[in-house]
């Protein structure tokens, strides 16, 4: 690295995940009962009859939403703090599971058999149809983006050695325990595309801001974690290598020469038997010994900071990490990320019944790992850790972030509702129907105070 730039401080940075799910219909007998569309449909039809719209922001903050495919959706509100996301992101989850739970019961009864809708918080279904968790980031418009994505590619690439959420994928005609999910449905590293190809980031250009001072960055790669930890971690360790570099942090030592095929390769072996790949520079690093860097670089960068809540403790947690992977003991692991949890699970079934990992009852566990309707209970079981406490999941249910604007846009649709007013609300927009001035335009997510809202909201008071 040729510049290291020591700070005293993490800037603030609004911060959020969007994540998709996926959802199947089943009888006793495990057999499909209707169609993804029809399961999409019957699990919104409340939210639909509420709003006369599939589409909606809560007054939690949050956008829940049925995305293309019959995906069910669910963004988090905007955030400043890692408890806050973590929070706000299982609300979401604990919201869909609920959801899911009535339309079982609506289908039951629709259908005549006994149906349990499953909801799916992984990346891939078994005929390879894709599900995203995208993170969030702002960023200033001072910032050179292109070369600030460019410098992430490494980190982004090599990062799944600890949050990736484990697949058993058939490659080239075998059937192997992969460490990410997402990892072979990437292309390409910094791109404007979401569909033609897949990038580590996307570029497209929207802010939810004022487009003179922010831009957002939007992370795709990622797989969608089940547990909290890596959860925290990635937007933890993200936070803290994009204030680097925001700083004048220099890491283009350590850049990737071939960053997709190593990203491909990396899935394919646990981290302490990683094979070397090649850098720009012609030097060659395992993944392990490239994050073992950026863990190391960026704790010397924050040696003397004063962080945010979490942070400290995810510096620690990501060495601790490092050390036990590169022992090769993931099973230290188990129950604190995700892909060493699974793999545990995985290889005592298959050890316990004779099992190849091709055989389907490995295939089931592994999707019973990502059911958050009738999957494992691991945390319930004592079997993995939690970090958010059950209040703050039910407060994050209602409650927005009281830190960004949210928390403005969570007063309006709380206000309007109980009310019986129309409205609309976006990222940036708040809109009262038939209401003169009853528009108003949020462009700084840091603002939690506004006369025009809170002047809007006394008219509705007496509407």
Same mark, same amino acid.
């Given at each position: 690295?040729?510049?290291?730039?020591?700070?005293?401080?993490?800037?603030?940075?609004?911060?959020?995940?969007?994540?998709?799910? /996926?959802?199947?219909?089943?009888?006793?007998?495990?057999?499909?009962?209707?169609?993804?569309?029809?399961? /999409?449909?019957?699990?919104?039809? !409340?939210?639909?009859?509420?709003?006369?719209?599939?589409?909606?922001?809560?007054?939690?903050?949050? &956008?829940?939403?049925?995305?293309?495919?019959?995906? !069910?959706?669910?963004?988090?509100?905007?955030?400043?703090?890692?408890?806050?996301?973590?929070?706000?992101?299982?609300?979401?989850?604990?919201?869909?599971?609920?959801?899911? $739970?009535?339309?079982?019961?609506? #289908?039951?009864?629709?259908?005549?058999?006994?149906?349990?809708?499953?909801?799916?918080?992984?990346?891939?279904?078994?005929? +390879?149809?894709?599900?995203?968790?995208?993170?969030?980031? #702002?960023?200033?418009?001072?910032?050179?983006?292109?070369?600030?994505?460019?410098?992430?590619?490494?980190?982004? $690439?090599?990062?799944?050695?600890?949050?990736?959420?484990?697949?058993?994928?058939?490659?080239? +005609?075998?059937?192997?325990?992969?460490?990410?999910? &997402?990892?072979?449905?990437?292309?390409?590293?910094?791109?404007?595309?979401?569909?033609?190809? &897949?990038?580590?980031?996307?570029?497209?250009?929207?802010?939810?801001?004022?487009?003179?001072?922010?831009?957002?960055?939007?992370?795709?790669?990622?797989?969608?974690?089940?547990?909290?930890? !890596?959860?925290?971690?990635?937007?933890?360790?993200?936070?803290?290598?994009?204030?680097? @570099?925001?700083?004048?942090?220099?890491?283009?030592?350590?850049?990737?020469?071939?960053?997709?095929?190593?990203?491909?390769?990396?899935?394919?072996?646990?981290?302490?038997?990683?094979?070397?790949?090649? @850098?720009?520079?012609?030097?060659?690093?395992?993944? #392990?010994?490239?994050?073992?860097?950026?863990?190391?670089?960026?704790?010397?960068?924050?040696?003397?900071?004063? @962080?945010?809540?979490?942070?400290?403790?995810?510096?620690?947690?990501?060495?601790?990490?490092?050390?036990?992977?590169?022992?090769?003991?993931?099973?230290?692991?188990?129950?604190?990320?995700?892909?060493?949890?699974?793999?545990?699970?995985?290889?005592?079934?298959?050890?316990?019944? /004779?099992?190849?990992?091709?055989?389907?009852?490995?295939?089931?566990?592994?999707?019973?790992?990502?059911? @958050?309707?009738?999957?494992?209970?691991?945390?319930?079981?004592?079997?993995?850790?939690?970090?958010?406490?059950?209040?703050?999941?039910?407060?994050?249910?209602?409650?927005?972030?009281?830190?960004?604007?949210?928390?403005?846009?969570?007063?309006?649709?709380?206000?309007?509702?109980?009310?019986?007013?129309?409205?609309?609300?976006?990222?940036?927009?708040?809109?009262?129907? +038939?209401?003169?001035?009853?528009?108003?335009?949020?462009?700084?997510?840091?603002?939690?105070?506004?006369?025009?809202?809170?002047?809007?909201?006394?008219?509705?008071?007496?509407?």
């Amino acid at each position: 690295m040729t510049k290291l730039t020591y700070l005293d401080s993490l800037p603030p940075r609004i911060l959020g995940i969007e994540t998709e799910y /996926g959802v199947l219909a089943a009888g006793q007998d495990g057999r499909r009962v209707v169609d993804a569309d029809t399961v /999409g449909r019957e699990l919104f039809a !409340p939210i639909h009859q509420r709003y006369q719209a599939s589409s909606v922001f809560l007054e939690n903050g949050g &956008r829940l939403y049925l995305d293309v495919g019959s995906h !069910p959706e669910y963004a988090t509100a905007e955030c400043l703090d890692l408890q806050d996301i973590l929070a706000q992101d299982r609300a979401g989850a604990e919201i869909l599971r609920d959801m899911a $739970v009535s339309a079982s019961q609506r #289908l039951t009864d629709q259908t005549g058999i006994p149906t349990q809708v499953h909801l799916l918080k992984n990346n891939l279904d078994s005929v +390879g149809n894709s599900c995203g968790c995208h993170e969030n980031y #702002l960023l200033y418009r001072t910032s050179q983006f292109r070369a600030l994505a460019d410098a992430l590619v490494t980190f982004l $690439v090599t990062r799944q050695i600890f949050l990736g959420a484990g697949a058993l994928l058939r490659i080239q +005609g075998e059937t192997k325990f992969c460490l990410s999910q &997402r990892a072979f449905q990437i292309d390409d590293t910094v791109s404007a595309a979401t569909t033609t190809t &897949r990038p580590l980031v996307n570029t497209r250009d929207e802010p939810h801001g004022d487009a003179k001072l922010y831009r957002r960055l939007h992370v795709i790669v990622g797989d969608s974690n089940v547990l909290e930890s !890596p959860t925290r971690a990635k937007i933890a360790m993200m936070n803290l290598l994009l204030g680097a @570099l925001e700083a004048g942090g220099d890491f283009s030592d350590i850049a990737l020469n071939n960053p997709i095929g190593a990203l491909q390769e990396i899935t394919q072996n646990l981290p302490h038997q990683g094979k070397p790949l090649e @850098l720009v520079s012609g030097k060659q690093f395992t993944a #392990l010994e490239l994050q073992a860097e950026f863990c190391s670089r960026l704790s010397r960068i924050y040696s003397e900071a004063t @962080l945010p809540a979490g942070y400290r403790e995810v510096l620690h947690e990501w060495q601790a990490w490092i050390k036990a992977l590169a022992a090769g003991d993931y099973l230290a692991l188990n129950g604190v990320l995700d892909w060493p949890t699974k793999l545990t699970l995985l290889e005592k079934l298959r050890s316990r019944q /004779g099992l190849t990992w091709g055989d389907s009852k490995l295939a089931r566990l592994d999707l019973a790992y990502h059911d @958050l309707v009738a999957g494992l209970n691991l945390e319930s079981r004592g079997l993995a850790q939690r970090l958010t406490a059950t209040h703050e999941v039910e407060t994050a249910k209602t409650t927005p972030p009281q830190n960004t604007r949210a928390t403005l846009r969570g007063q309006f649709i709380r206000c309007a509702q109980d009310h019986n007013l129309q409205f609309q609300a976006d990222w940036t927009k708040l809109r009262l129907r +038939g209401k003169a001035g009853g528009d108003i335009t949020l462009s700084n997510p840091f603002v939690t105070e506004s006369e025009s809202v809170a002047k809007l909201l006394r008219a509705m008071e007496t509407l």
